[in-house]
């Protein structure tokens, strides 16, 4: 990058870096997760700031000796204030926000594009903030290359039967039938395991408008959220007795 740049980004994650400055963790477009300092941000009224999930195009400042970004402005694309107002919201948010910390790869445009409209939909007070969640995860697991189809078994490609429940193979992270079952406590029932092959092939807006009773919503985001922390190889920070 050059010494002053200009990304579009959403904040991830921010922390106290002594009295007076914080640290931002950015997702940006074009160059994936990477963390801006952002000085005397809790001392003075007229230092930039930005807030977490604030999407906006970040002006920068880099300076190569110490190899270090740190912020000159902001220009806001959304706030998403709503969000950081909701105690849900911020619940779901931050998994989303934990689980991409965890996904880094070398192109991350289209975790960002799912990031963005997730935060959006979460402003949203007519649409299910656990929907939201359910289908953010399912296609983050996409991303990382592990969900094919929902028809037949990926270890040993069997096809399922109509009202099969699917297990879970450690070995590769997916779904599978019984035969291959490897993790018995996390179970998908034949009418989710419907719901998430039919809404996979649907824009990520026409998903959310799909109509789910409370019980299955409960169960798919316990299952999502189960195979994302197996992913990650440990439990979300984020949760507490949010998993409930
Ligand atoms: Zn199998």
């Known amino acids: 990058m050059d010494r002053n740049t200009c990304e579009q980004a959403i904040v991830l994650k921010t922390r106290k870096d002594g009295d007076s400055n914080r640290n931002l963790t950015l997702l940006s477009v074009d160059n994936g997760i990477y963390e801006i300092r952002a000085f005397r941000f809790r001392t003075s009224k007229t230092a930039p700031k930005a807030y977490l999930f ?44 934990e689980f991409i910390l965890c996904s880094a790869n070398d192109d991350m445009s289209n975790i960002y594009r799912l990031l963005a409209t997730s935060l959006d939909l979460l402003e949203d007070s007519t649409i299910e903030k656990d929907i939201v969640l359910i289908q953010f995860f399912l296609r983050m697991i996409r991303e990382h290359g592990l969900i094919e189809n929902f028809s037949n078994c990926p270890v040993c490609n069997k096809k399922y039967s109509r009202d099969e429940i699917l297990h879970f193979s450690q070995t590769i992270n997916v779904p599978c039938c019984s035969d291959c079952e490897q993790l018995p406590n996390i179970i998908l029932q034949a009418k989710a395991r419907k719901y998430l092959s039919y809404s996979l092939n649907m824009s990520f807006e026409d998903s959310i408008l799909i109509k789910l009773n409370d019980t299955t919503i409960k169960r798919i985001k316990h299952y999502m959220l189960a195979w994302a922390s197996i992913i990650m190889g440990h439990q979300f920070k984020s949760i507490g007795s949010q998993i409930n």
């Open 54 to 97: 604030q999407e906006g195009m970040f002006y920068l400042y880099n300076n190569p000796v110490k190899k270090q970004y740190s912020l000159k402005d902001v220009s806001l694309i959304s706030s998403h204030d709503s969000i950081r107002e909701d105690y849900e919201a911020i619940i779901v948010a931050s998994l989303m926000s």
